[in-house]
């Protein structure tokens, strides 16, 4: 009898996290979890490195505000459903490929995420001190992954129909109306 749960590889039994791939003090209890999820995908997926993509997907399991952005019914799960393909269909070309657009610096410190990633990490972080706020949240990492064209999310986003500047658009309004 086969089992019904797929075993663990020797990398995904281990709890410590590859050397760099941390969540720092600037994100929080809020993204730690996000970017865990994001790393144990990536390993699942047979990926090199996190990326944006794996960010996004993680993202909307963890966090409520950036689903209610995103909409909900049939958008929502349509998103989902491109995004569980990825590890079994469209994605597979990006298995032997490091997702970089080249327009964004290597951000140093980084090890474990993809170039655009990393950017889209520390650009959460940034909007979130535009903010004035201590730590970047779930809203600020989204507003980063949808930022550069050429990022594995916004690839996904398109497919689901899903503009982003309506994403940026809905990270600004919700983020106006939290605020208050």
């Not at 797929?6 to 039994?13: D, H, K, L, M, T």
């Not at 997702?99 to 993809?114: I, M, N, R, T």
């Not at 129909?161 to 983020?175: D, F, K, M, S, Y």
Request: proline share 7%; glycine share 10%.
């Amino acid at each position: 009898m086969q089992p019904r749960i797929p075993r663990q590889s020797a990398g995904e039994q281990d709890p410590r996290p590859p050397a760099g791939t941390d969540a720092d003090d600037r994100f929080g209890p809020e993204l730690a979890p996000v970017v865990t999820g994001a790393r144990r995908r990536a390993v699942r997926d047979g990926d090199r490195q996190i990326d944006t993509a794996h960010l996004l997907h993680s993202l909307l399991e963890h966090d409520a505000d950036a689903r209610a952005v995103l909409g909900d019914g049939p958008r929502i799960a349509r998103l989902l459903g491109y995004l569980v393909q990825r590890s079994i269909g469209y994605g597979l070309r990006w298995q032997s490929a490091v997702e970089d657009s080249g327009a964004v610096p290597v951000v140093p410190g980084a090890a474990g995420f993809s170039p655009l990633a990393a950017a889209a990490m520390e650009d959460a972080g940034e909007r979130a001190a535009r903010r004035g706020r201590d730590r970047a949240g779930g809203l600020d990492l989204l507003a980063a992954l949808v930022a550069d064209p050429q990022a594995r999310a916004v690839e996904v986003l398109a497919r689901a129909a899903i503009e982003p500047r309506a994403v940026l658009a809905g990270v600004t309004e919700h983020q106006g109306t939290s605020s208050r």
